[in-house]
DNA sequence: AGTTATACCCGGACGC
DNA sequence: TGCGTCCGGGTATAAC
């Protein structure tokens, strides 16, 4: 599912094609996707322009020109397609702008929601920091950390305390941490606290440089998305031995999350 | 504050 | 191959 990374390059590829274009034509396959009335979303939307893409969490936000918001979600196995046609599904949302359309697919749980600003805001509320913003220091992640009592999993998912990491970057993130999901946030010492803290942003820069682990690419071309999936140590890689040791890697379930690790590598 | 359960949704994996 | 069944997984919400 598209974690931070994921959102964040779909963010950065589609800007240059998108923004400040004219929406032309837009389709609603399916009601559900969306929060408003077909018309109305059509109306608000057709001859409109993107003028910027954000991105918060796990969500992509595009601003009309009117000021409006686009709230988009892929939650499990959403994705986007931009081109003339969608590439294998249909799509639940279509956004034509002229030669190109940009494809909404796999929304079933996801949805893209048009709000007005003061509404996001009020969505977003609840949201943690984010990672890798830059007041986010590690005096401040010491701070959300403090007098925490439950997994390091459950923990590392919880959008409320740190936002935009999944189950797969959870696990990616443990790893790279040397220390396992199953760990009570309580019994770690500073110096795992501060290699924790390390792991998660270095490991998040280069799930972003590497375009994500998500297979999908966003336009007939694209050799950046999906190009991190070959450098993911543990997520869905059960038995397969640890790059680290060439121990078999370990599938479990902790904090009711499926959850991939090695028990050599990591304490 | 934490944990657990439930609903949402349907493509795809699995069983026969 | 085909048809039926059921699971997964992020999030919101409720209950304990």
């Known amino acids: 599912m598209p974690e931070l990374p994921e959102m964040e390059t779909y963010k950065q590829l589609l800007a240059p094609r998108i923004l400040h274009l004219p929406i032309e034509d837009v389709i609603v396959n399916r009601a559900k996707s969306i929060n408003v009335e077909i018309d109305f979303f059509r109306q608000e939307l057709l001859h409109h322009a993107i003028v910027s893409i954000e991105r918060r969490a796990k969500h ?21 397609f931009y081109g003339t046609h969608s590439p294998n599904r249909s799509a639940q949302v279509v956004l034509n702008f002229g030669e190109y359309s940009l494809f909404f697919i796999g929304l079933r749980l996801g949805y893209l929601h048009l709000h007005t600003s003061s509404e996001i805001n009020r969505l977003l509320a609840k949201l943690g920091p984010e990672p890798l913003n830059a ?6 992640f010491l701070h959300i950390m403090q007098g ?15 936002s935009g990491i999944g189950n797969c970057y959870s696990d990616e993130i443990c790893f790279e941490a040397g220390l396992l999901p199953a760990r009570k946030i309580n019994t770690l010492n500073e110096e795992e606290q501060s290699r ?58 902790v904090s009711a999350k499926k959850c991939f690790y090695c028990l050599r590598c990591q304490h």
Do not use: W
Request: charged share 20%; glycine share 8%; net charge negative.
């Open 148 to 162: 925490r009592k439950s997994t390091l999993k459950a923990t590392l998912v919880d959008q409320s305390v740190i």
């Open 196 to 253: 924790l803290f390390q792991a998660m942003r270095t490991l998040l820069l280069e799930a972003i440089h590497y375009g994500g682990y998500m297979d999908s690419p966003l336009y007939i071309g694209d050799h950046l998305t999906g190009q991190f999936d070959a450098r993911c140590s543990v997520y869905d890689r059960e038995g397969e031995p640890c790059v680290r040791c060439g121990n078999p890697l370990i599938k479990d379930q």
């Open 60 to 80: 992509l936000l595009f601003t009309l020109d009117s000021g409006l918001v686009l709230l988009l979600h892929l939650m499990l196995g959403g994705s986007m």
């Open 135 to 140: 007041p986010f220091t590690i005096k401040q």
